[in-house]
């Protein structure tokens, strides 16, 4: 294999690690707390397999494995220890900064969320099997392996800024951001659920796997129904087709009147071959 020209002094281009994900919490449709760092896999087929991140922008898209990104500057996430302690996680697979190019490297990092049954609430479990829950003191903490109204959350869309959410508890206070006491300028924020109002220490945004988003799925659930070999077209016809007759039966399966076009093309067969 043929290398491309290096020259002395040039930076090597870093290579994004990512959590694998499906090996740490399972391959949910919808541990230990060691790192577990990976380059993520090049060889799958991105259409069954799609381990890239992306923003969830509705209610619907919050399903599966998480990262809750924080306001905070610089940028960090909600994250927890095998102790079950919640504490600010920062960032570092992120482009410029920009939390919408977020992606968790620790595994600390990563919720998997679910709506909890019968209700419109989420649970979000962490990577040691146990709940994301909020007291009545707004403290949060991660030691639960049940669900109960203090692991059940609200994701509420913020109105003006889209691609963001409201993490709301069901005592209506909003899960947020407040400086931290550290006496380090470097210290990150203290992460609570005890703000009464919607400010901007309050607006997250949800980070989640590209092949969980519902509006992704179908459409590769759409491409793959379109798909459709010559072969297969000829086994439906029940003879070899012409090239005009195969792209008219491609295009009516895209455009979902493919069973109407097969009835014409086999009726046809049928006027020819008495004809």
Same mark, same amino acid.
């Not at 996430?77 to 482009?95: H, K, P, R």
């Not at 709940?131 to 059940?152: Q, R």
């Not at 992704?216 to 072969?231: D, G």
């Given at each position: 294999?043929? =290398? ?6 040039? *930076? *090597?281009?870093? =290579?994004? =690690?990512?959590?694998?994900? /499906? ?81 968790? #490297? ?110 992704? *799925? ?17 086994? /439906? ?21 493919? #069973? ?10 049928? #006027?020819?071959?008495?004809?």
């Amino acid at each position: 294999m043929v =290398k491309p020209l290096t020259f002395k002094g040039d *930076k *090597k281009a870093k =290579k994004r =690690k990512r959590v694998d994900v /499906a090996e740490k919490f399972g391959d949910e449709d919808g541990g230990s707390s060691s790192k577990q760092l990976v380059v993520s896999k090049t060889n799958e087929d991105p259409a069954v397999d799609d381990d890239s991140w992306v923003t969830a922008e509705a209610t619907g898209d919050v399903v599966g494995p998480i990262v809750l990104v924080l306001p905070s500057d610089p940028p960090s996430c909600i994250a927890c220890d095998t102790n079950g302690q919640v504490f600010a996680s920062a960032l570092e697979n992120i482009l410029n900064d920009d939390p919408s190019t977020a992606e968790p #490297h620790d595994v600390r990092q990563v919720w998997v969320a679910n709506r909890v049954a019968g209700t419109e609430t989420f649970s979000f479990k962490g990577h040691h099997g146990r709940y994301l829950s909020c007291d009545k003191f707004g403290i949060l903490s991660a030691n639960t392996e049940a669900v109960s109204p203090l692991e059940s959350f609200l994701s509420i869309p913020t109105a003006d800024t889209p691609g963001t959410f409201q993490i709301q508890t069901l005592r209506d206070t909003f899960l947020t951001i407040k400086p931290s006491t550290s006496s380090k300028s470097s210290a990150l924020p203290e992460v609570r659920g005890d703000a009464d109002a919607i400010t901007f220490n309050t607006t997250f945004r949800i980070r989640m796997q590209a092949r969980f988003k519902p509006k992704l *799925k179908a459409s590769k659930e759409e491409k793959a129904r379109e798909k459709i070999s010559r072969k297969e077209l000829e086994e /439906a016809v029940g003879r070899r087709l012409e090239d005009d007759e195969v792209r008219k039966l491609k295009k009516a399966r895209r455009e979902g009147d493919y #069973h109407e076009a097969l009835l014409l093309i086999k009726v046809k067969n049928k #006027h020819d071959k008495y004809s």
